[in-house]
């Protein structure tokens, strides 16, 4: 009973709800001759056009019904049921009328269903509610679950059960290892279970109020005295193993995880399965020219006609296969194709049986996992031989094919079948062969990978007799030698949180003194531990923080990684990063040249840029960028390089340049801010040092010496090389001129100047030499020939080749002024074009600077 529409002031309504002795209250206020008007809307989400509502409002009218236990109940048709019948941006559209219940009312009517009809001439939506059982089963069209069989978890325990099982198992179904011989016996299982299921164990209900009754007698007679506390624990633990039965019966029913785990057979978990169950129903689809059925036979055709266009065959050529497949490489390494194509074992069965969930609903033979994990003993060795015939041999599963669709609603209110999701039961020897193959496929389980590092700590830890330190002791260790165990691969992987949990275990549990065998209390977290000591914490590792922390700079590597040139064969012109431009790394302009297009392509056959090909293919910024990449021979690999750090390889200094520059300057302002009153800049004492100007010297009698030198002219995009040899006596023996349409900078030219200085020594046939260079740090990074070099680590690698090939050539760094005919030469080659030569001679403009280098 309930009231409505009184027009009763908020007073009146007070007295009265005392007064007929309701449950709870929603009060409207009336307003004149009305009785009020309540419009409230439980989300935004049920109104379209106009302002949002009061959230005030919302959470008054939520609250209201939950309160009273009131329940949406959903409808069917469309879903706003009210409309102020304009249009454009002034059209508001609101579910206003809505149909709610409680869980008493849905005990009574289980079965509903409210339709939001049409408008007519009305505002408002009429709303219809059904609920005959009769037309309710006859839309739905759904079959009683009893007709099936379905293996129960409470059986498993049951003796009489078990040889049932066994009977049925043991009997000759065809030929044997076969999956005939195997469904057989599962079929004969099933029939032989549901009788028995029938005519025994049906009675689960009246089995528990007999043992409650036999207690409750029983503890009535203790009172006088004529029964022993003996007699009434027996019954008490029939009755606790009978609840256990049923508990467990509702468990296996119950497919939402907080049902299965959170609540113990209360009223309120069989309302909740009642609602759900309600909710299962379909009441009706819309077909594919949008018309509602709700029909029996309706329901069957929209859902066959869906099916067979989502699944049909496009039914394409062979032409159009052959043309998808031939696109597909193989790509797997030889050791990985053994493994996948290595025969499974019955291990590799058993293992997959038991990793499978035991209460997933099972397929149309109504046997779940668990009914293969609990009787193993008895059907394992029939399953295994089935599943390796299959696995191994080739053998059919067609009869194995046969699955139970069920439908998972994606939306509330699924009103098409794109509204739910498909989802086939199959039969769990189905699942164990599909599973076996799932995990050759699937990756190494890191738990398991990384169970080696649990094993150290534990190892470690086992060593020390804890009763022999002392709690600094226990500190220093636990800090040092355990913390620092798993460093090295958490600065590679993310490990497992059960992994990372396991280890600070065994780390209390030795820091509070207990083990294995013998546990002690642990008076506060090991959260609380890792705090620093100011924090009253004893500052140790947050592993799973240090973790992050670890793998962070990875995240920087990927911005500051780059690759290369050696051959360029395996660096992508337009998808790698190999441009030595930060932060990018990559080629700007459009693809003309093919999206997988190589670097080597771009290389001339002389060993340098192919200037007519990147004029034509490329914008002005990534030639210039190209340019500064020094090309060698082409003998070394492409190499991946960290482009901050001149040696290539990654540093933590060089890993600050990919900190934010907005982050520099506040740091920056901050520093000078708080410690301009602490430091005190002074102006350094001048010193003017005499010395004596440097100038060529002469090299070892009887061997030769090679200047060589570099200039880049900024703009152009050229370098110049200029090399001279002489004799211990200072006579020039050769001398060249070489221009290179580059833009390096001032390191890599002289890197250059030496490669091309030790080629043409070698094509002169002058042995043996000393190399010098008027680049410091040019001579430093050839002395150093890092091959991870960002720059120029393929040049350096040929660089050392050659000196080990040549007969005892060294290279040292001189001063500019010790090298000035080699400078001429370079500045002499910007106004030339390619290669210029003189056997015994330079050119005339060189002539007087020879004259000066000469030592007095």
């Known amino acids: 009973m309930f009231l409505m529409e009184t027009r009763c002031s908020h007073e009146r309504m007070e007295l009265l709800h005392v007064k007929l002795g309701y449950e709870g209250k929603l009060v409207v206020d009336s307003m004149g ?53 304009r249009v454009g941006s002034a059209a508001i559209s609101e579910r206003l009328d809505r149909s709610l219940n409680n869980s008493a009312w849905r005990n009574l009517f289980p079965n509903f269903m409210v339709r939001h009809l049409n408008f007519w001439k009305l505002d408002h939506r009429p709303l219809m509610l059904e609920f005959s059982d009769q037309t309710l089963m006859q839309n739905s069209g759904r079959t009683r679950k009893g007709n099936h069989f379905f293996f129960e978890e409470c059986w498993r325990d049951d003796g009489e059960c078990k040889q049932i099982i066994k009977a049925a198992w043991w009997r000759d179904f065809g030929i044997r290892g076969g999956m005939g011989y195997v469904l057989g016996k599962l079929n004969a299982c099933g029939r032989n279970l549901d009788s028995w ?21 029983a503890n009535r007679d203790r009172a006088v005295g004529f029964m022993f506390w003996r007699q009434i ?33 209360s009223r309120f978990f069989h309302s909740k399965a009642s609602a759900q169950k309600a909710r299962n129903n379909i009441r009706g689809l819309y077909d594919m020219g949008g018309q509602w059925r709700v029909s029996k036979n309706d329901l069957v055709s929209v859902i066959t006609q869906y099916f067979e266009r989502l699944i049909t065959s496009s039914s394409p050529s062979q032409q159009e296969i052959n043309n998808i497949i031939m696109d597909v490489h193989p790509s797997l390494p030889s050791q990985m194709s053994r493994h996948l194509d290595s025969p499974f074992t019955g291990e590799d069965i058993r293992i997959t049986v038991f990793d499978m969930n035991p209460l997933k609903a099972p397929g149309k033979d109504g046997l779940p996992a668990v009914f293969y994990q609990k009787l193993w003993g008895i059907t394992g060795l029939s399953v295994i031989s089935a599943c390796l015939k299959v696995l191994n041999e080739g053998g059919s599963v067609m009869n194995l094919n046969i699955t139970v669709l069920t439908l998972i609603p994606k939306v509330k209110n699924p009103t098409s079948m794109a509204d739910y999701r498909p989802i086939s039961l199959c039969n769990v020897i189905y699942k164990i062969i599909a599973k076996a193959i799932t995990n050759r496929l699937r ?23 804890e009763i022999f330190l002392s709690i600094g002791g226990k500190e220093i260790l636990v800090k040092a030698v355990v913390q620092s165990i798993p460093t090295y691969a958490m600065g590679l992987f993310r490990l497992p949180k059960s992994l990372i949990a396991e280890i600070q275990l065994l780390s209390a549990r030795f820091w509070w003194g207990g083990n294995e065998n013998k546990r002690k209390i642990h ?11 100011t924090d009253v914490g004893l500052g140790f590792r947050d592993l799973e923080v240090f973790n992050r922390s670890l793998l962070a700079k990875q995240g920087i590597l ?35 040249l093919g999206i997988d297009a190589t670097v080597d392509c771009l290389v001339s056959p002389s060993g340098g840029w192919d200037m007519r090909h990147l004029q034509q293919n490329f914008l002005d910024c990534d030639v210039n960028a190209m340019l500064e990449i020094p090309l060698g021979a082409g003998v ?31 740091w920056s302002r901050n520093f000078v801010a708080e410690c301009q009153s602490h430091v005190s800049i002074k102006k350094p004492n001048l010193m003017v040092a005499n010395g004596i100007a440097p100038c060529w010297r002469p090299p070892m009698a009887g061997s030769y010496k090679i200047n060589c030198s570099a200039v880049t002219k900024v703009g152009n995009h ?23 349409e580059a833009s390096f900078d001032g390191q890599v030219a002289g890197i250059m100047a030496v490669y091309r200085g030790i080629l043409f020594s070698k094509d002169c046939g002058l042995e043996p030499c000393v190399m010098v260079s008027d680049k410091v740090g040019a001579v430093g990074r050839i002395l150093k020939a890092n091959p991870l070099d960002s720059k120029c680590g393929a040049i350096l690698v040929e660089i050392a080749n050659m000196l080990a090939l040549c007969n005892g050539m060294t290279i040292t760094a001189i001063p500019n002024l010790a090298n000035r005919v080699a400078q001429g030469l370079a500045t002499h080659a910007l106004n030339i074009t390619g290669v210029a030569f003189w056997m015994e001679d330079l050119p005339g403009c060189i002539r007087c600077l020879l004259e000066a280098d000469m030592p007095t």
Not at 198 to 217: F, G, P, S, W
Not at 443 to 465: A, C, H, P
Request: with cysteine; net charge positive; aromatic share 12%.
């Open 197 to 217: 299921n029938r005519k025994k164990c049906d009675n689960m209900r009246k089995d528990i109020k007999e043992k409650c009754l036999a207690l409750t007698v």
């Open 718 to 740: 050229r370098v110049g090389i200029g090399i001279v040899i002489r004799n211990d006596f200072g006579l020039v023996m050769s001398s060249c001129s070489q221009v290179i």
């Open 558 to 592: 990927e911005k500051g990684l780059r690759w290369r040139v050696g051959k360029g064969d395996s660096i992508r012109i337009y998808k790698d990063q190999w441009v030595p431009r930060p932060y990018t790394f990559k080629i700007l302009s459009p693809p003309s």
């Open 443 to 465: 990756g190494k389980n890191k738990r398991q990978l990384f169970s080696n590092i649990v094993d150290r700590v534990w190892s470690k830890i086992k060593g020390w007799g």
């Open 523 to 533: 008076w506060c977290t090991w959260k609380q531990l890792c705090q620093q000591k």
């Open 233 to 265: 624990g027996v019954l008490e633990e029939r009755l606790d193993s009978a609840l256990e039965v049923k508990e467990r019966y509702w468990r296996q029913r119950a497919k939402v995880d907080w049902l299965q785990k959170r609540d113990k057979n």
């Open 33 to 85: 001759r009305s009785g009020g008007d309540f419009n409230e809307i439980m989300s935004d989400s049920e109104k379209l056009g106009g302002l949002r509502k009061n959230w005030r409002f919302l959470t008054d009218f939520r609250e209201a019904a939950a309160d009273y236990d009131l329940e949406d109940m959903g409808f069917v048709g469309p879903k706003y049921t009210w409309s102020n019948k």
């Open 636 to 666: 070394t690999n492409d190499t991946i390089v960290w482009h901050f750090e001149g040696s290539g390889a990654y540093s933590v200094k060089s890993g600050y340049c990919k900190i934010s520059c907005f982050d520099v300057v506040w």
